[in-house]
C-alpha cells in the first residue's frame, strides 16, 4: 500500500480479486478435494488430519490475504487524502468493523438458511465487484485538493526498548484475541449446539467490540501515553474475562432453564 501510485485502485483491485476467488471457490474446493483423496490413499488412516489442514489453509489463505490488504489499501488512500488524521482511520476501521458485525450475522441468521452457500456466496462476490467497480471508478477522476492538516504536537521519539515492547504486546494479544474467539465459540456451542449460529453470535460480538473500542479510543489525544494506556486495556480485559469466568461455567444450565420456559415453537426462537 505504501509503494503504489494509488493505493485507492490498489484496493478496488483487491476487492475484484475477492469477487474472483469468491466466484471460483467451488472450483477450487474440488480441486483441492481431488488433491487430498489422491494423497489420503497412500497415507496411513491416523496421518491424514495433516495434509488435510494444510489443503484447508492453503484455501483459506488467499482470500484471507487479500481481505487483509484491503484495509492498509484503503487507510493509505485516507491519509494522502486526510493528512495521516488518527482519528479519520479509527473511524474507517471502525466502520469496517461495523460492516462485518452486520455481514455475520446477515450471513449466519438469514441468507445461508434462506438461500443456501452458494448463492451468499455469489451475493458477497457480488458487492466485491461492486466496491471495485466503485473504487476504480473514484481512483480515475481527479484527485481531491488535500484539506489542511491542524497543528498537532508531534510526539517525541520513542525508544527501541518501547517499540519492541509494543510489538511483542500487539503479537501476544493478537495470540489471546483469538484465543479467546474459540475459546468462546466452544463455550456458546454448549448451548447453541455444533452449529453456524454459535460462531455467528460470537464472530459479531468479536467484530462490533473490535469496532465500539476502536471508536472510543480513537479519540485519545495524547500519543506518549499509548503504551500505558494498552497495558491498562490489557489488565482490563484479563480482568472482564475472570468475571465472566463463573458465568461461563454455569451458562448451559441457565440456557436450559430460559429454554424451557418458553414454548418450542419457531416464534420464541429468537428469544
Known amino acids: 500500500a505504501d509503494r503504489v501510485r494509488s493505493p485507492l485502485r490498489l484496493y478496488g483491485a483487491l476487492e475484484l480479486l475477492l469477487a474472483v476467488y469468491a466466484m ?27 495434509p488435510k489442514l494444510v489443503l484447508a489453509a ?40 461495523f460492516g462485518a458485525c452486520f455481514g455475520a450475522l446477515a450471513a449466519g441468521v438469514h441468507l445461508v438458511p434462506a438461500v443456501g452457500l452458494a448463492a451468499s456466496s455469489r451475493l ?13 471508478a473514484l481512483s480515475s477522476g481527479p484527485a481531491p485538493a488535500r484539506p489542511a492538516v491542524e497543528d498537532v504536537p508531534a510526539a517525541g521519539p520513542a525508544s527501541l526498548a518501547s517499540v519492541r515492547a509494543a510489538l511483542a504486546g500487539l503479537a501476544l494479544a493478537g495470540f489471546a484475541g483469538m484465543l479467546y474467539e474459540v475459546l468462546w465459540i466452544r463455550v456458546l456451542a454448549l448451548v447453541l449446539g455444533s452449529s453456524t449460529y454459535a460462531f455467528t453470535f460470537t464472530l459479531a460480538a468479536f467484530v462490533l467490540g473490535l469496532g465500539l473500542g476502536s471508536l ?4 485519545r ?51
Not at 70 to 91: I, K, M, S, V
Not at 124 to 136: H, K, R, T, V, Y
Open 124 to 136: 458477497a462476490a457480488g458487492l466485491n465487484l461492486a466496491i471495485a467497480l466503485g473504487a476504480f
Open 216 to 219: 472510543a479510543l480513537g479519540t
Open 24 to 50: 471460483a471457490f467451488p472450483a477450487v474446493m474440488d480441486a483441492v478435494g481431488a488433491v487430498f483423496f489422491a494423497a489420503a490413499a497412500s497415507l496411513p488412516e491416523h496421518s491424514r488430519n495433516l
Open 221 to 271: 489525544g495524547k500519543d506518549d501515553e499509548a503504551l500505558g494506556a494498552f497495558g491498562w486495556l490489557q489488565l482490563g480485559l484479563g480482568g472482564a474475562v475472570c468475571l465472566a469466568l463463573p458465568l461461563q461455567e454455569r451458562l448451559p444450565y441457565v440456557f436450559w432453564q430460559g429454554a424451557h420456559s418458553l414454548n418450542r415453537v419457531p416464534q420464541t426462537w429468537p428469544m
Open 58 to 97: 492453503a484455501v483459506l489463505a488467499a482470500p484471507a490475504m487479500l481481505m487483509g490488504g484491503t484495509l492498509p489499501a484503503l487507510g493509505r488512500h485516507f491519509t494522502e487524502q486526510l493528512g495521516g488524521l488518527r482519528r479519520e482511520l479509527a473511524r474507517l476501521y471502525a466502520v469496517n468493523c
